[in-house]
Structures are given as structure tokens and as C-alpha cells.
């Protein structure tokens, strides 16, 4: 900085010195010089002895241990030597992330800190201190997508203009381990937790033991089991400590509380509005009691399985959605698994008592649901007592086993991985049902104090051990042009047979969420509920729900209500109608695409009424590929699509394929990729001429990877090429343009 600068600033020296009347005067205006010298030259004459660092990093040392996003703060003043960071859409990387720290614990004493990255500053992991580690739990969301609540953290971790505190983009030494949390059947099998591992190690950091890698379309139980040995034998000895330093604590302490009010009582509400009935934000931490206005059979009367279609009345409650989101449906677990469990623990006769719940350690083990409660309304409503049982849990419950016979066969399972898949995992046992099939019970009969043998089980134990029940997400299938203040869902209901063996006798299985469904279709319609004859006895073929709620708030004189929420998606139709847009969605995977044809309906309505009859004729076609069994059973939405079809004026055309009533002349039978590839010469010029869009819904371990399979040999052959090659890239390119999404699931 020249001193010319500051001329107005301040007067001339030389000027005052000689205006100067007094001695005091002189010294003054000599000091001022020097001042006014020093403040000019500050920089070049303190520059030397400036420390380099970073802004960021100076503001996070200013804050000390006062920073509630300062992570390396907190884990010194806990004196953890790990934290665990886990990105988690749905919760079931947080659930291993906790593991991890509760085995660290019971294995070498070590305590962690478990972060949501959303809640921590990245910045100061270099600060990280040589004698921790730090581990990251990663779910690959979507199409390779990370979890919302790691999209920083990725951010931070891939921009290569990232600094550290250190001012550098370097963690050489830091120690570190991954495991990453996917599903084989999507095309980025695992890639964030690849990418979070690529991007430490170029940074200089050491990985411990093997990056672990579950599958969730198999098991993510077992892979989770085979990792995690050989990682600790890697993590002791890089972090120089013994097994064995550690032993078995409890996370929680369960109180009885003899005297509350019962209106503080959580009785399966999910947040302190609901419980208080005050209004306020309605989201997956407040869902929104929806009445329920239209629940009706989709599949005709003979067909052997129901699809539910549901309408959930949102006007009032604030929520927004866009074609193309998802509703989180919150389930409750049956009746009769709620009564095996209470009956195992002893619990029949204090199922109403009020329970309060600490955890001894926040940091690790946050209680998972609002307390105070009752052991009924845990079991119920808030942990998942209806998932088939995981093979650690197993040796937990083993050390509370009422008799010598019990712990050895539950140790068995535990230890024996093939045994424990051929009895619980293929027999689809619920814990409750585990208990009961080592006690020698009879699974079959409806369990009762008399028939059901007691085990002496901590409920810390069963908090801690059995994950939080999740809400369960179905693709909207309604659009808010049409219905601003209903929310539609589709839901085929989840039935099947499990695979018995000599221990384990054949059973039905039925998923939560989807029978809690239909559940609430019988009672809105007030119809019977079907029953099934099985060796002559008649018994229910929906399992039963509390569907009237907590305190029977779900239950009014006209309607029933269900507890939902909104999650956002990207899945969405192109702004601009002239772009011609390919749906594929069978069974189900339909459900979004009338939620986009309505889409269109909306703004065709809109656009004939301001610019005339003619105004569609630049529009893009909409074709839909759809496929069921017959046309006459489980076609889906049969009497809307010629509607939708004459308001678009001819820019929707639908293809139907039917599996088992149509067939090609060898008799094998036609599926959509069959029926997208008779129109390929459409398809074809769509996409590469007409800059279309492609939409996949539905299940991604065959169905959606032909059709894209398909596509690349449309594709390829088109542009004059192969599958393989042009086909490819050009699926590449349409995934990177966000041209071709996809919303399966496994």
C-alpha cells in the first residue's frame, strides 16, 4: 500500500511540523507520524511473524470447546479415541454406526463419538490425534447418490479446493476405516463408501483392516459379520491395544416410574406436538395424522394377492409435495407379535406400566424414541419387533436363556452361520419367535403367559439390541396439480411363504407396512376381514393392527388416519413439455408415472384454455410401458388411462404388456423390455434427436437393469454401433445429464 494513498487521511507532515506552536506540539504530531508509519507499514514490517492459518481454522480455535460443531473438542473432553461418521437416509447406517461403537467399547474400553456430518465442521480432521481413528459409515443412496445428511461431508472430502485447518488438503496418517452400506442390484453398488475410502487414501491417510461392503439385496447382516473380526484384529493393532480391556455395559437404564401424569405419557406418538396437540412443521420427526378419504381394491376379486390404492387428506396440515416424492408411511407392528414378545419377557401383566428411559452415554446410544412411555407402546409402536432376527443378537439373548437347552441352541445360531440362515433367516423368525422355538414353545400356537416360557431379559437389552421401527416409503402416485390437498399411494400387500425345515414348519410372512395398509382399507370400507382355512382351523388372513392409535386419536366418527410424511425426490418430469418423455413402470413402479401423466393433464388443461385447441402440438409424446399378469386382474388404474389419454390429445400413448396372457410365438412371455423394443425406431430418435427423457420405476434386480440393457442396444445400433460400446456410453452420458433417472428398489 503506497503512502500517495492516504494523503486524505492524514496531513502532511512536514506542513503540521511547521505550524507547530508548542514543544507538545512537536511530540505529538512526531508520534502521530510514527503511528500513522507503523499502520501504513504494518504489513510488510509484521508479515514475517504472522502464524499462516487458516480463517476457518482461527474462528474454530477461538470458539475452543464452546463450538457445538467441533467434534474434536468433544471427543477430548469425553476422552474418546474414535468417532464414527455415518451418512443414513433411512437409519440403518446409523444402527451399524452404534454397533461399532458399542462393540469398540466392549472389546478395548474405547469410547467414540457418533456424528450425523451434517452436525459437525469437517474442517479440523486433520486435528485428529495420532492415538484415534476415525471411522465412516456410508449408505449409497439412490443412483450412486449420497445420503442428505453426507452430501457436505462428500462435498468437502471430492472438491479438490477443500483445505484442511492446516491449510492444506492432506491427512497424512490419519487412521481410518469404511464401511459402506448398498444393494448389488443398483448400478453404483456402493460407491460412496469407494469414494469416501479413494478420497482419504489420496489425502495420505491409512486405512484400517479391508473397507467392509454389506449388500442389502442378500444380507447386510452377514456381510456386516464377516468384516467386522478381521477389521478389529487390524484396528487393535494399528491403535496398539488389547482385546478384552473392555466388558459388557449397558447403554440405557430403564426406570419404572410409579407416579406421572397421564397426559405426559407417550403412548405412540412420535414428537411432543402430537402428544400436546399443538400445531407446527409436520416432517419425519412430526409426522402428520392424515384421515384417510379413499382406500379401495386395485386387483379384481379373483386375483390371489390385494393392492391397496390409499388417499391421505392433507388440507390444513401445511404439507407440500411434488410429482415424483414419496410418502413415509409410520406402521405399527401386529398384535400378536406385540403379545409373543410381552409374553417372552414377562411383561403381560406391566404392559401399561410407565417407563422411563436414560442413556448412560448420549453420544453413543441417544434413546431412540420419546420418553416417558410404556413396555406395550415400545413394543408396538416404536422398535422393529417384526424383522426376521439378526444373527448377533442372538448371543446377546443367549446369556439370559431360561434353561441350559435354550442358551446352547441360541449360541448354535449365533456361531453357525449356515444353520442360523436355514432356521431363522429362510423361516423368516421374528425374534420373539426365536425365544420361543429355543424354550421349545410351539411359534404356531397364539402365544400366551401359559404357553410362551419366560426369559429374564433386560428391557435396557431389548432397547439397545433391536433397531427403531422405520417408516415405510411409497411412491406417490398422485399429482398436486390435481390434488393440492391429497396425497394418493399405491401398495401391493406383502405376503409370502417363508422356507421351512424340520424346526421351523411352514408359515405365512407378511410385510408391516403394506398389511397395515389393507388393514386400514377394511376398516375405513367397514369391511370383513377375509379369513384362510389351514388343516381345517379358520384363521385370520390379515394379521390385526391398533390402527385406532395412541389414546384412539387415529379413529373419528367419518374416518380413520394414519401418521405420513413427505420426502422430497428428484425424480421429476422435464419443465418443458416439448420433450418427449419414455416411462417404464411395471406393477407398481406405475404408481409415479400417474402422478406425472396427471402432471401433464394439469398443464394441458391450463394451456388449451389460454392459447386454444391447438396448443399441445408441439408437445413431446409421453409413452408409458407398463406390464402386469392379465389385463382382467391386476391391471392397474385400468379405467383412467383412456381419460388421460384423450386430454393429452394423442401426446400419451400407452403399451401394455401382459405376462400371462399374452406371449410370443415360442410361448415364452412378454415383459416391457419386449414391448420397448418394438418401438425402438420411436425410441431411438426420442431420445437422440428429440433430447427425450427416460423414467425407470419399479424392481431393479432383473427388470430395471434389461431395460437398460435394452436401451443400449436401441442406442447403439442407432447411432451405428454396439450395445456394449455406443450404447453404453450413451446410457452414461443420459445418467450425467439426468436424462435417464431411476426409483427401484430390491
Same mark, same amino acid.
Given at each position: ?111 467414540s ?26 449408505a ?56 469416501v ?17 454389506g ?39 430403564v ?15 412420535y ?71 410381552l ?19 448420549? &453420544? ?6 420419546? $420418553? /416417558?412411555t410404556?413396555?406395550? %407402546?415400545?413394543?408396538?409402536? !416404536?422398535?422393529?419387533i @417384526? ?53 421349545g ?32 416409503y411409497?411412491?406417490?402416485?398422485s ?11 399405491? &401398495? ?6 417363508? $422356507? /421351512?425345515?424340520?424346526?421351523? %414348519?411352514?408359515?405365512?410372512? !407378511?410385510?408391516?407396512? @403394506?398389511?397395515?395398509?389393507l ?13 384362510i ?34 420426502r ?7 419443465t ?171
Amino acid at each position: 500500500m503506497s503512502y500517495s494513498n492516504h494523503s486524505t487521511a492524514f496531513p502532511n507532515p512536514l506542513s503540521a511540523y511547521n505550524m507547530a506552536s508548542s514543544s507538545s506540539d512537536v511530540f505529538i504530531l512526531g508520534l502521530g507520524i510514527v503511528l500513522a508509519a507503523l499502520y501504513i507499514f504494518r504489513d510488510q514490517l509484521f508479515a514475517a511473524s504472522k502464524p499462516k492459518v487458516a480463517p476457518v481454522a482461527a474462528s474454530k480455535a477461538a470458539n475452543g470447546s464452546g463450538n457445538p460443531r467441533d467434534f474434536i473438542a468433544k471427543m477430548k473432553e469425553g476422552k474418546k479415541r474414535i468417532v464414527i461418521f455415518y451418512g443414513s437416509q433411512t437409519g440403518t447406517a446409523e444402527e451399524y454406526a452404534i454397533r461399532l461403537a458399542k462393540e469398540a467399547k466392549q472389546k478395548f474400553g474405547l469410547a467414540s463419538l457418533v456424528c450425523d456430518p451434517e452436525e459437525y465442521d469437517f474442517e479440523n480432521l486433520d486435528q485428529l490425534p495420532e492415538d484415534c481413528a476415525a471411522f465412516f459409515v456410508m449408505a449409497t443412496y439412490g443412483e450412486g447418490e449420497p445420503t442428505d445428511n453426507a452430501v457436505q461431508l462428500m462435498q468437502n472430502l471430492q472438491d479438490e479446493s477443500f483445505e484442511f485447518s492446516n491449510g492444506e488438503r492432506k491427512l497424512e496418517g490419519l487412521k481410518y476405516v469404511v464401511f459402506g452400506l448398498g444393494n448389488k442390484t443398483y448400478e453404483h453398488y456402493n460407491l460412496i463408501g469407494r469414494n469416501v475410502d479413494a478420497a482419504l487414501s489420496k489425502m495420505g491417510a491409512i486405512r484400517i483392516g479391508e473397507r467392509g461392503e454389506g449388500d442389502d439385496d442378500k444380507s447386510m447382516e452377514e456381510d456386516y459379520l464377516e468384516w467386522k473380526d478381521g477389521m478389529w484384529e487390524a484396528f487393535a493393532t494399528a491403535m496398539n491395544v488389547e482385546e478384552g480391556q473392555g466388558g459388557d455395559s449397558a447403554d440405557f437404564v430403564v426406570s419404572e416410574l410409579e407416579s406421572h401424569p397421564e397426559d405426559k405419557v407417550y403412548l405412540g406418538e412420535y414428537s411432543a406436538r402430537a402428544l400436546t396437540r399443538t400445531k407446527g412443521i409436520h416432517d419425519a420427526k412430526n409426522p402428520y395424522a392424515a384421515p384417510i378419504v379413499v382406500a379401495r381394491e386395485l386387483f379384481s376379486a379373483n386375483a390371489d394377492r390385494n393392492c391397496v390404492h390409499i388417499e391421505f387428506n392433507t388440507e390444513g396440515s401445511g404439507i407440500t409435495y411434488q410429482h415424483g416424492d414419496h410418502v413415509g408411511l409410520w406402521p405399527l407392528n401386529p398384535d400378536v407379535e406385540v403379545e409373543r414378545l410381552l409374553c417372552v419377557l414377562g411383561l403381560t401383566q406391566k404392559k401399561d406400566t410407565v417407563i422411563g428411559i436414560e442413556s448412560l452415554d448420549p &453420544a453413543l446410544a441417544k434413546v431412540p424414541f420419546p $420418553v /416417558p412411555t410404556t413396555y406395550g %407402546t415400545v413394543l408396538r409402536h !416404536y422398535i422393529d419387533i @417384526s424383522a426376521v432376527a439378526g444373527r448377533q443378537i442372538l448371543g446377546t439373548m443367549s446369556k439370559f436363556a431360561p434353561t441350559p437347552e435354550a442358551e446352547a441352541f441360541l449360541k448354535n445360531l449365533n456361531t453357525n452361520k449356515e444353520e442360523y440362515h436355514r432356521v431363522v433367516h429362510d423361516g423368516c423368525l421374528k425374534l420373539g419367535e426365536v425365544l420361543q422355538l429355543a424354550a421349545g414353545n410351539n411359534i404356531k400356537a397364539i402365544p400366551t403367559s401359559e404357553n410362551t416360557t419366560q426369559w429374564k431379559i433386560p428391557f435396557d437389552i431389548i432397547v439397545s439390541a433391536i433397531p427403531r421401527l422405520q417408516p415405510r416409503y411409497y411412491s406417490i402416485s398422485s399429482s398436486p396439480k390435481l390434488h393440492p390437498n391429497s396425497i394418493h399411494a399405491t &401398495a401391493v400387500v406383502l405376503k409370502y411363504q417363508n $422356507v /421351512p425345515s424340520e424346526l421351523v %414348519t411352514s408359515k405365512w410372512v !407378511y410385510g408391516v407396512g @403394506s398389511n397395515f395398509l389393507l388393514s386400514l382399507k377394511h376398516a375405513s370400507n367397514n369391511e370383513p376381514i377375509p379369513v384362510i382355512s389351514e388343516n381345517g382351523e379358520e384363521r385370520v388372513a390379515v394379521p390385526a393392527y391398533l390402527i385406532e392409535g395412541p389414546r384412539g386419536s387415529y379413529k373419528t366418527e367419518t374416518h380413520y388416519k394414519a401418521p405420513i410424511h413427505v420426502r422430497r425426490s428428484t425424480f421429476r418430469l422435464p419443465t418443458n413439455p416439448k420433450s418427449p418423455v419414455i416411462m417404464v413402470g411395471p406393477g407398481t413402479g406405475v404408481a409415479p408415472f400417474r402422478g406425472f401423466v396427471q402432471e401433464r393433464v394439469a398443464l394441458a388443461r391450463r394451456s388449451i384454455e389460454k392459447n386454444g385447441p391447438d396448443a399441445l402440438n408441439d408437445w413431446g409424446r409421453i409413452s408409458l410401458f407398463y406390464g402386469c399378469r392379465r389385463e382382467d386382474e391386476d391391471f392397474l388404474y385400468k379405467d383412467e388411462w383412456a381419460k388421460y389419454e384423450e386430454e393429452l390429445k394423442g401426446k400419451f400413448k400407452m403399451h401394455c404388456a401382459f405376462s400371462r396372457q399374452n406371449y410370443k410365438p415360442d410361448g415364452s412371455k412378454i415383459y416391457v423390455q419386449d414391448l420397448i423394443w418394438e418401438d425402438r425406431e420411436h425410441i431411438a430418435d426420442a431420445i437422440l434427436n428429440g433430447k427425450g427423457y427416460v423414467y425407470i420405476c419399479g424392481e431393479a434386480k432383473s427388470m430395471s437393469k434389461q431395460v437398460e440393457e435394452v436401451l443400449a442396444r436401441i442406442l447403439g445400433e442407432a447411432k451405428g454401433g454396439s450395445a456394449e460400446v455406443e450404447g453404453a456410453a450413451e446410457i452414461k452420458l443420459l445418467k450425467e445429464r439426468s436424462r435417464l433417472m431411476l426409483d427401484v428398489w430390491s
